[in-house]
């Protein structure tokens, strides 16, 4: 059963630590992505990665950090500079890169203490 | 830096009726996708339509794209309690930036 998983399903935090996010892929896609999604609203990239140990800003990227030594995984890292990170994350992954469609994960629900 | 806005904010009909739902944006893109997301959950792609493309169905939805209006539209026909969810477009412009979200119309089917 192919696709992108994320987890946890919900993350709790106390404020000022940092917390990772996972997002797994079995699609052999080369891009994957990172997006925040606050009530109400639409996405906003925070960053995505096109190739193995590449990524670009998105335009939310403060307070974030990501990674991408294999194809099928791409951490998020929420840091303690993020001001405002209660927010449901959502990761996706296309097969080649931003002209491709993208498949999401379930999202990850993060709040904070 | 969002460029598609969804038009209305939020919609509710009858089950069996149509919705349609508008897609403006700001400035010329690749191509403009529709996707759908129910309550909590990620994101499904409905529906790709390229710059050059006027028109598309895929079995209950029908897009169109009009370019020198810069909008697009989503029509759902003989609609259903499940299509309750709600509908983003994503525009890609020129180059290789990442798709670009707009804030989603909210639909909502009563049976």
């Known amino acids: 059963d192919g696709g992108i998983t994320q987890s946890p399903k919900y993350l709790f935090r106390k404020e000022g630590q940092n917390v990772t996010l996972s997002c797994e892929q079995n699609l052999n896609h080369d891009a994957m992505y990172w997006y925040r999604q606050d009530p109400g609203q639409g996405l906003r990239l925070i960053y995505y990665s096109q190739i193995v140990n590449d990524f670009q800003k998105g335009d939310i990227a403060e307070g974030y950090s990501v990674s991408r030594e294999k194809k099928e995984s791409f951490p998020l890292t929420v840091t303690s500079a993020q001001k405002n990170p209660t927010a449901f994350y959502l990761c996706?992954?296309?097969?080649?890169?931003?002209?491709?469609?993208?498949?999401f994960g379930p999202g990850t629900r993060l709040t904070v203490l | 830096s969002q460029q598609g806005e969804e038009d209305p904010q939020a919609l509710s009909i009858q089950e069996g009726e149509n919705a349609t739902m508008n897609c403006s944006y700001k400035?010329?893109?690749?191509?403009l996708q529709w996707y759908r997301q129910n309550s909590g959950r990620g994101l499904v792609h409905l529906i790709l339509?390229?710059?050059?493309?006027r028109e598309k169905h895929s079995g209950r939805l029908r897009v169109t794209l009009d370019t020198s209006k810069k909008s697009s539209s989503l029509l759902i026909t003989a609609s259903r309690a499940a299509d309750t969810a709600s509908y983003f477009c994503?525009?890609?412009?020129?180059?290789?930036?990442?798709?670009?979200f707009g804030k989603g119309t909210r639909l909502s089917v009563i049976a």
């Open positions: 994503a525009t890609l412009n020129s180059g290789n930036t990442p798709l670009v």
């Open positions: 339509i390229r710059s050059n493309e």
């Open positions: 400035t010329s893109i690749n191509n």
């Open positions: 996706a992954s296309s097969r080649n890169g931003p002209p491709d469609t993208q498949y």
